[in-house]
């Protein structure tokens, strides 16, 4: 089986097995597609940790982050250690294969507690503005609704430390008023219960979801944009930056236990493998997988906020 085979087999695998989510697959595949291109299509059996080496040295010659590496490597581990499981390889050649260089060390900037409450009340300032416009013209309903929309997905952000990936993912079946919790379906077929704690979220997810009962949609996404199709992670960050007044971009970090697994990230993004947690510890450490988790770390009540997951990890334009 030569390189180009035993990666078509090992992404149906991780497709139709694993389960794994479509950005998963393409994480692999973009990854391994450039090991491919290095190797060309050399048989499976005569890749040695030396070929490897090989290519861990052209990538340390490119334009990649430490990080970035980091990532193909653990790509490369993942997909050999398959491929030995299968019995194409008798030994992974990546099993000892190391970086050879420290990673970068990035701290992230994150927003101090004032900032984080004129975030919050940006879309709620909207809101109020757009209210008496909103029956009144198309443009008005959609920038009210808009407005209504950003409002629950901030609060839904920072008092439950739900990641990114996973709020753009969600269905209105997912959301249990009664109950006041939200089913979150995590990386693969894993999935969890976040409780609705603040009242004020609460009210602002009924207000969101009249308006969008209102819509004819063809989704059944949660939160849509103006087109009425499912907002993006994209979305999510270009919100975020047009509600923060010095247009914060957007940094995403990852839960560190993904550090070793290249499908927790976006392809387009280098993501930084850390743990950002404040004096209450890690933020949602039950929870396993995906790379964009929008809350950094716990702002205590001293602060004048109301405890939730806040100081969002931010880069700030100089």
Known sequence: MNVQQAIADFLQHGQVERN??????????SDLSQFHFHVSDAEMVDITP????QYLDKLGTGPYRDTSI????AALKVFFRYLEEKGIVTESPARKLKIKRPVENRVPVVLSPR?????????????????????QSAGGRNRYFCAVRDDVILELLFST?????????????????????IQIT??????????????????????????????????????VGRS??????????????????????LQWHRHPRSAGNPGSRLDSVD?????????????????RGHENTFAARAISTSSGLSPMYAAFSAEIPS
Do not use: C
């Open 20 to 29: 794994l989510s479509d950005r998963t697959i393409r994480a692999y595949q």
């Open 50 to 53: 030396e070929h490897l080496e």
């Open 186 to 223: 995590g990386r693969a077929t894993r999935g969890r219960m976040v409780a609705i704690t603040s009242d004020a979220l609460l009210t602002a997810l009924v207000t969101y979801l009249d308006l969008r009962g209102e819509r004819k949609l063809d989704t059944q996404a949660l939160f």
């Open 271 to 287: 993501a930084g493998v850390r743990q950002a947690a404040g004096p209450e510890g890690p933020l949602a450490d039950h929870s």
């Open 228 to 249: 009425g199709t499912r907002l993006t992670i994209y979305s999510i960050s270009a919100l975020a930056a047009a509600h923060h007044g010095r247009h914060a971009r």
């Open 115 to 135: 900032e984080v409450r004129s975030l919050l009340a940006a879309p709620k300032e909207q809101i109020e503005q757009h209210s008496g416009s909103r029956d």
């Open 161 to 181: 430390g739900i990641r990114i990936g996973e709020l753009v993912a969600l269905d209105v079946a997912a959301v249990d008023l009664l109950k006041r919790q």
């Open 70 to 73: 980091r990532r193909k490597v």
